[in-house]
């Protein structure tokens, strides 16, 4: 299916929290999306399985990247 118009085309859920986390460190990223697994023993796996279960939490973090990100790509 494709999907042009679509800025997170082609990204995983991994590849975007990977990406936040490497620009923002998980402290700041705790402060700008406030959920457990960015503040408490934070990790890429952890923060995965909150977000595959929660969409809520998933569209702040696909906002955030592409505030973040967007002008570079």
Do not use: C
Not at 37 to 66: C, G, H, I, M, T
């Amino acid at each position: 299916m494709s999907q042009p118009n679509n800025p997170l085309h082609g990204l995983t859920l991994e590849n975007i929290v990977t990406e936040l986390a490497d620009y923002y460190g998980w402290e700041q990223l705790a402060l700008r999306i406030r959920i457990n697994s960015f503040q408490n023993d934070p990790s890429v796996k952890s923060s995965l399985k909150f977000l595959r279960k929660n969409q809520w939490a998933r569209d702040k973090v696909e906002a955030l990247y592409l505030e973040t990100f967007q002008q570079d790509r």
